[in-house]
């Protein structure tokens, strides 16, 4: 059973993580209002031979809110991931980053490069996420300031309606219609995060949105000389193909695995093509720890 713990973030905010496992240090670094839920397939190989450091964003799962309701950046994120790193007494570290993770692992790179052993962005941006959101943009320009106004509103109608219908079987069946394959993933596997985003602060949720989509990492993916495994959902709509195409023709050397089938949430969908892909990554590259490999399920 993982056990949590509390470091004290950059400006003060207790950052909740955790350490499992044994072996070169690998860092998760989730999406925007998600715990964990989407590693929770490819965890247990990871563990296996490394050791796997989880932790939260601030006002996400049990970090704490920062008392600067400003401070949601990119910026402030990976600050803390270097906070998290010196807690464990781990110098380096491989960055597997999920969604907006992908824009926390980038700026942590440009702001600790040395402190970077690898880089797995997967099914994120590098910056300014909603500018592509849905192939063309126009998620920013007509729907976010209504969702922003809505969910900094503080209107106690919206809020209750919102935690009553987050967690539900219908906002399991409209994901599944707006992105998920449903085909591929289970209710019980989704349910997680759906339960997290039904009980976040919604103000500090759309704040951290405001500051992702603000961000950009793009001036930077050039001088990124570490390994580098892109991820890709081939039918992701949240992340369009093409940006990822776009940062590995960025980055020197990288690598770019674009999954058949797979959405916003391919680590969930097709865990086992993804672990496989990782494996052969951490080989050549020599960044696992030498030893015998569980054996997988036929499953």
């Not at 190989?45 to 490394?50: A, G, H, I, Q």
């Not at 935690?163 to 209710?187: D, H, K, W, Y």
């Not at 680590?267 to 496989?276: A, C, K, N, Y």
């Amino acid at each position: 059973m993982r056990r949590i713990e509390f470091v004290t973030g950059h400006d003060g905010t207790a950052i909740a993580c955790c350490s499992e496992g044994s072996g070169p240090a690998i860092v998760l670094c989730d999406g925007i209002g998600c715990d964990h839920y989407v590693w929770r397939e490819l965890k247990p190989e990871l563990l296996t031979r490394f050791r796997v450091i989880s932790w939260n964003y601030r006002g996400h799962g049990h970090s704490e809110a920062p008392s600067d309701p400003e401070a949601v950046t990119i910026r402030d994120q990976a600050s803390d991931l270097a906070c998290v790193l010196d807690h464990f007494q781990e110098e380096q570290a491989i960055l597997i980053g999920h969604s907006m993770g992908v824009q926390v692992i980038y700026e942590f790179h440009a702001l600790f490069s040395r402190r970077v052993k690898a880089l797995v962005p997967v099914c994120g941006a590098s910056g300014h996420p909603l500018d592509t959101f849905g192939g063309d943009g126009r998620a920013k320009e007509r729907l976010f300031p209504l969702f922003y106004r809505l969910l900094t509103s503080g209107n106690p109608r919206f809020i209750q309606l919102w935690r009553t219908l987050f967690p539900t079987r219908f906002a399991f069946q409209l994901a599944c219609f707006l992105e998920i394959n449903g085909s591929l993933v289970a209710r019980k596997d989704f349910a997680p995060y759906l339960e997290h985003m039904g009980n976040m602060d919604l103000g500090l949720f759309a704040r951290t949105l405001r500051a992702a989509s603000e961000h950009t990492a793009d001036p930077f993916l050039e001088a990124i000389r570490v390994p580098t495994l892109i991820f890709a959902g081939e039918r992701d709509g949240f992340t369009p193909v093409e940006v990822s195409h776009a940062m590995h023709r960025k980055i020197p050397g990288s690598e770019l695995c674009v999954i058949p089938g797979g959405s916003h949430t391919a680590p969930i969908e097709v865990p086992e093509l993804l672990q496989l892909r990782l494996d052969k990554f951490f080989h050549d590259h020599g960044l696992e720890k030498r030893g015998k490999r569980r054996a997988r399920s036929k499953a």
